[in-house]
């Protein structure tokens, strides 16, 4: 991921992000701070473009994504898994089929991808709830259930925002190791939370979203912030 000299407001005017400066290696772990209000859930729009930037570039998977097409954003998205605060579940879809669904949409069959959906949901909570519809779960289970969809593909890139927010701390620590486990295999990882000590807590690379400023905190090794090239 680069983002160079990125900018978004309303009414035309950076005013939620300013010159925001990023690369990310592929690979990389990493969290996203910031007080309520300071663009982290809108970083994370621009990057899966949802939004569009003002000023400024976005680079995903070593090509500039700017400006592409409307009709080529549905194949880049099939190589980011995005759990988005509001969930974004299918109400008239079963848990199971809303994990499915994007493996049915790389045009997978049910025979092959019912046993990795099967064990993604035990892993997550939900094994005894594959035929629920969305409607009749919990905040926390809708939580579950929207990061084992975003995960299934196992894609490169995967963006969270407030993961853990509606789920207890128990089950927020096996969702990190989710995460976790996920970027050992290749995925670059970038989480947003309000929760400074859950960041603090696994040593990975950290970004400080504030008054439309993007900085970083430790570990200095683990990304750049400069100039993108």
């Known amino acids: 991921m680069r983002l160079r000299n990125l900018g978004f407001g309303y009414s035309g005017r950076p005013s939620v992000l300013r010159d925001v400066n990023l690369i990310l290696p592929h690979g990389s772990f990493h969290f996203l701070t910031g ?3 300071a663009g982290k859930s809108t970083l994370l729009r621009l990057l899966t473009l949802d939004e569009r930037p003002i000023s400024g570039r976005i680079g995903l998977f070593g090509q500039d994504v700017t400006h592409i097409p409307r009709t080529a954003i549905p194949s880049l998205r099939r190589r980011i898994g995005m759990v988005f605060q509001d969930f974004r579940l299918l109400d008239h879809l079963s848990a199971f089929d809303n994990v499915a669904l994007p493996l049915r949409l790389n045009g997978e069959k049910p025979r092959e991808y019912a046993q990795d959906v099967a064990e993604m949901l035990r892993w997550v909570g939900l094994g005894g709830r594959f035929d629920a519809l969305p409607p009749s779960l919990s905040g926390g289970e809708k939580q579950r259930l929207a990061i084992a969809r975003a ?6 890139l995967i963006l969270a925002d407030e993961p853990t927010g509606s789920v207890d ?7 990190m190791r989710l995460f976790l486990s996920l970027n050992k ?4 990882v970038l989480i947003a939370t309000h929760d400074d000590e859950m960041a603090g807590r696994y040593g990975a690379g950290r970004l400080h979203l504030e008054n439309g400023q993007l900085h970083q905190v430790q570990p200095q090794s683990a990304f750049s912030t400069g100039n993108v090239a």
């Open 185 to 188: 295999l290749g995925a670059t």
């Open 35 to 37: 007080p309520s209000g």
């Open 151 to 156: 995960v299934i593909t196992r894609p490169r």
């Open 169 to 175: 701390r128990d089950m927020g620590e096996k969702l």
